[in-house]
Nanobody, 122 residues
Framework: QVQLQESGPGLVKPSQTLSLTCTVSGGSIATNNYYWSWIRQPPGKGLEWMGAIGYSGNPYYSPSLRRRTTISRDTSKNQFTLQLRSVTPEDTAVYYC??????????????WGQGTQVTVSS
């Protein structure tokens, strides 16, 4: 039932802010016990959980990205967003949003969007 769709620019310049939106349908981001996560996969690498926001609005972040990551939500639009500041080419990846009962979304258990490619390049 629940569907997630990532959207945002596919190209971001170094030092700027990467901003993505996850639009959710078929379920409310403000109800139940789900966490709403952002995960990314750089080329040739594995999945990296970036952070999540709980149904009550509390954010959780990967320690390695906490300094420059903000996850927010807009319950009126049933959306949650990712902002990754001061990006470098190493931030180039496919970015996913996902829903799971656990704060770190599991690929084979949660509901995932199809992913969106974001390239950091000048």
């Amino acid at each position: 039932q629940v569907q997630l769709q990532e959207s945002g620019p596919g190209l971001v310049k170094p030092s700027q802010t990467l901003s993505l939106t996850c639009t959710v349908s078929g379920g409310s981001i403000a109800t139940n016990n789900y966490y709403w996560s952002w995960i990314r996969q750089p080329p040739g690498k594995g999945l990296e959980w970036m952070g999540a926001i709980g149904y009550s609005g509390n954010p959780y972040y990967s320690p390695s990205l906490r300094r420059r990551t903000t996850i927010s939500r807009d319950t009126s639009k049933n959306q949650f967003t990712l902002q990754l500041r001061s990006v470098t080419p190493e931030d180039t990846a496919v970015y996913y949003c996902a829903r799971d009962l656990r704060v770190e979304a599991r690929r084979d258990f949660g509901s995932w969007g199809q992913g969106t490619q974001v390239t950091v390049s000048s």
